[in-house]
């Protein structure tokens, strides 16, 4: 964690990997880094992308709320036997704005990295910026994936966790 100031934190989410083949992700011009995914004998695109945990991104047309998480369970029961990975649904409000939907089966909860994942997928195919605003979970969060050093970054606001005591013996 790379602290900002005492109103923002920045998380070095690291280098993003395709899930499948575990090779580091570029934006490169043309390069399809998709799966293709059969679900009740339609095709669907999807991005898989790795940070700290495996997602793949679909990216929903005309989907409401219900649509996306009865959508998410179809792709685990469809891709489970393949890998464990966690659905994305970005949906874009412009090249520099998105609203990112994702229902986690069982915690912790790491909305940085499903916001990066989000980012990158949306970046590699066309859709957004390298450095949007998310909107996850009632948060917004600033996500670079910068261009230098191909490392994805995360910032927002620090939230209150817990508080303790510590007695030592000394």
């Known amino acids: 964690i790379i602290y900002v100031d005492s109103k923002n934190f920045r998380i070095d989410l690291g280098i993003p990997l395709h899930t499948d083949t575990g090779k580091e992700l570029i934006e490169i011009p043309d390069q399809d880094y998709n799966k ?3 679900i009740d004998d339609k095709v ?16 929903p047309n005309n989907m409401d709320a219900s649509s996306m998480k009865q959508f998410s ?3 685990n029961k469809s891709l489970k036997k393949e890998w464990s ?3 994305v649904f970005p949906v874009m409000f412009s090249r520099e704005e998105m609203t990112v939907y994702a229902w986690f089966s069982q915690p912790p ?10 980012t990158v997928a ?3 195919n066309g859709f957004a910026e390298r450095d949007p605003l998310v909107h996850i979970n009632q948060n917004d969060l600033f996500v670079q994936w910068s261009g230098r050093n191909n490392h994805v970054y995360c910032t927002g606001r ?10 030592a013996d000394v």
Do not use: C
């Open 44 to 59: 669907h695109v999807v991005t898989p992308v790795s940070l700290s945990l495996n997602g793949i991104v679909a990216f």
């Open 158 to 167: 620090p939230e209150y966790v817990f508080s303790g005591t510590y007695y």
């Open 85 to 87: 990975f966690q659905p």
């Open 36 to 38: 293709r995914v059969k």
């Open 122 to 124: 949306s970046v590699i």
């Open 109 to 118: 909860v790491d909305f940085s990295s499903v916001a990066g994942i989000a």
């Open 73 to 75: 369970q179809q792709l």
